[in-house]
């Protein structure tokens, strides 16, 4: 047996991807300069807002919702960018977003119950046996029925 076949090693020389890397790193830049900037002036827009005599509690509300949609949007380009998920076959991709979706949605939805439960014990439910216990007694009867 040759000596020298047994330790040849077999190496891949990642030479730098060139004019077209570095194009597509100058627009990730500064496509994710321009949102953040956007976010920022978002930001101080409800800030000043705040400020006001009569704040618009909709439109402050509508910027917020701006605003996570366009960090939603910087994430999604970061993962797909940086993390090289744009550059994997869709069933790797499906089994990272999908999960992650339904991870959000199980979260917002036991903060949405939790609110309603919380909501509806400070209530008292509005359950049939608090209501009658709550129920003022008729004219002239004590409660318990003994008179």
């Known amino acids: 047996m ?11 020389h990642h030479a730098p991807g060139g004019d077209d890397t570095v194009k597509r790193i100058i627009r990730t830049t500064i496509l994710l300069s321009v949102i953040t900037i956007i976010e920022l002036a978002l930001g101080f827009v409800i800030y000043f807002m705040h400020k006001g005599e009569n704040p618009s509690h909709t439109l402050i509300l509508f ?9 939603l949007a910087k994430a999604f380009y970061i993962v797909s960018i940086f993390m090289h998920l744009g550059d994997e076959i869709k069933n790797l991709i499906m089994t990272i977003v999908v999960p992650l979706a339904l991870f959000i ?12 439960w919380l909501n509806l014990r400070n209530t008292d439910g509005h359950s049939k046996p608090n209501i009658e216990k709550h129920q003022a007694a008729p004219e002239g009867k004590k409660p318990g029925g003994v008179e």
């Open 2 to 12: 040759d000596h020298q076949s047994e330790s040849t090693e077999i190496t891949f």
């Open 63 to 71: 910027i917020k919702g701006v605003i996570v949609i366009l960090s």
């Open 105 to 116: 949605w199980f979260i917002t939805a036991f903060i949405w119950e939790g609110s309603s």
